[in-house]
């Protein structure tokens, strides 16, 4: 497979599950406003600022937007195409990523994208958003659930089908991770919280189903929520798929699926981070979390998932530029080394470990 055909892959169910995630998130911060009354513009503030933060878009934001208030956070984050992070420019770059691989993905897949791209850049989303935010994400977020159930149905498990694997539960790791860390500051910087009030179960209910998890966590928990139990069953639940520990797994089996690896060895650094991750989060528990405080711990986290994503890039899409005397020597060293006596196959940098060719379709070292 070509890098470039896997990056268009992984990228595009990246972004398809980043703008499932901000609707998510938005509507579930709308819908919480009906709770309360009489928000001053610093309790607005205080509410939506924290969603801004959570995506890292803070800077870009202030420099758009005089205040922070509703109508303007989800303007920043719906329908602006200056934010990378938005749901417009999430669908569109998602479509984009598509396009540049339309022979790899099925008819059924790239209607869809075409769809919701087509709904998106269309006047009936602004008027739907007017009059109806809840049915506006829904259909975001149905577009969304669809768009996965069709990779699933129709693409064939290749190489093509575990970068798409690994982008969304890389994505989906992130993005849970950073959900949760947007009630971070009612809580203690350190130590295991206490019970909370009931505007602060208010807002913990609201991070669980800005994820979908809210019944899966009363399934576990009952109704009652406490902020220590939030926080440990959106990231180290092993059965819950959005967790950060679910998601973690699935994106150490796609890398590991990718080159051929056995369980409990590596080929190339991403693998490496992954399975480090993944044992980190399997052998950790609620009082290790906070023993250090759930914002650092998120921030860790998040940092971890962005160097396994840079080692993926550099693993199998970005290859070293040789100038052309350099190229010239690395080839006439590599005649050298077949012509020896005893030269085995495996030897070739171009192979990884087992003799099977490196998914990208270029050398990759062993």
Same mark, same amino acid.
């Given at each position: ?7 268009s ?9 980043? %703008? ?9 911060? #709308? ?13 607005? *503030?205080?509410?939506?600022?924290? #969603? ?41 770059? %998602? ?48 577009s969304? $659930? ?8 129709? #693409?064939?498990?290749? &190489? ?9 539960? $890389? &994505? ?5 991770s ?5 009630r971070? %500051? ?17 807002a ?19 109704? +009652?929520? !406490? ?23 699935? =994106?150490?089996?796609a890398?590991?699926? =990718? ?28 009082? *290790? ?10 921030? #860790? ?24 005397? *350099? ?6 060293? +590599?005649?050298? !080394? ?15 470990p087992?003799?099977? !060719? ?9």
């Amino acid at each position: 497979m070509l890098s470039r055909v896997a990056n268009s892959l992984y990228w595009m169910s990246r972004y398809i599950e980043r %703008a499932e995630s901000i609707a998510r998130l938005v509507d579930v911060n #709308i819908q919480l406003l009906l709770d309360f009354r009489n928000l001053d513009d610093h309790a607005l *503030d205080a509410h939506w600022m924290p #969603i801004v933060q959570s995506s890292g878009d803070e800077e870009l934001f202030r420099k758009l937007y005089p205040k922070t208030t509703g109508q303007t956070v989800t303007d920043f984050l719906v329908f602006n195409p200056d934010n990378t992070n938005s749901i417009h420019a999430a669908i569109g770059q %998602a479509r984009e990523n598509a396009r540049m691989v339309r022979d790899q993905i099925t008819a059924e897949l790239w209607e869809e994208i075409n769809r919701v791209y087509l709904f998106l850049n269309s006047p009936r989303a602004k008027k739907e958003w007017r009059e109806s935010p809840y049915d506006f994400f829904q259909t975001i977020k149905s577009s969304s $659930l669809l768009l996965q159930g069709l990779t699933d149905s129709t #693409i064939v498990r290749n &190489e093509g089908w575990f970068f798409i694997q690994a982008g969304r539960y $890389l &994505e989906r790791a992130d993005k849970t991770s950073r959900i949760l860390d947007v009630r971070h %500051a009612s809580l203690p910087v350190r130590g295991v919280p206490g019970d909370a009030s009931q505007s602060e179960a208010l807002a913990w209910s609201a991070v669980l189903r800005s994820c979908s998890a809210w019944d899966a966590y009363k399934a576990l928990h009952g109704a +009652e929520v !406490q902020p220590a139990l939030v926080a440990e069953f959106l990231l180290l639940s092993d059965d819950f798929p959005r967790s950060v520990r679910f998601c973690v797994r699935h =994106l150490d089996n796609a890398l590991r699926r =990718l080159s051929g690896v056995a369980d409990g060895r590596f080929c190339n650094e991403a693998e490496k981070l992954a399975g480090r991750l993944h044992a980190e989060l399997q052998f950790s528990t609620a009082e *290790d979390i906070f023993e250090i405080g759930l914002h650092t711990y998120i921030d #860790i986290t998040q940092a971890k998932l962005n160097a396994i994503g840079d080692a993926l890039f550099q693993a199998y899409i970005s290859q070293p530029f040789l100038p052309p005397d *350099d190229f010239e020597l690395r080839q006439q060293e +590599e005649q050298q !080394q077949q012509s020896l006596p005893g030269f085995r196959a495996s030897e070739n940098p171009g192979q990884i470990p087992g003799g099977r !060719q490196a998914a990208t379709g270029h050398t990759l070292p062993a």
